[in-house]
């Protein structure tokens, strides 16, 4: 076998390999998951922002020697 042939084939496998492999993919899955936690969490404070804001004034008012909340 030729040497360049042989090169040109070790290169033409790698690049085979490369272009079929899956891991682009897990990235992107990875990603979308993420995303879909993060969104998650935006609307879970959104919609329980005013209630914890309420628990923790009650809380702060109800320590003694406690500042008042502003």
Known sequence: MNPLFATLF??????KK???G???ATAVEYGLLVGLIAVGII???VILGPQLAGLFT???ESLPG???AP
């Open 58 to 60: 009650s809380v702060t």
């Open 66 to 68: 406690a500042p008042a």
């Open 22 to 24: 899956e891991s682009g």
């Open 10 to 15: 070790s290169f033409l496998s790698d690049t």
């Open 18 to 20: 490369r272009l079929s």
């Open 43 to 45: 609307a879970a404070l």
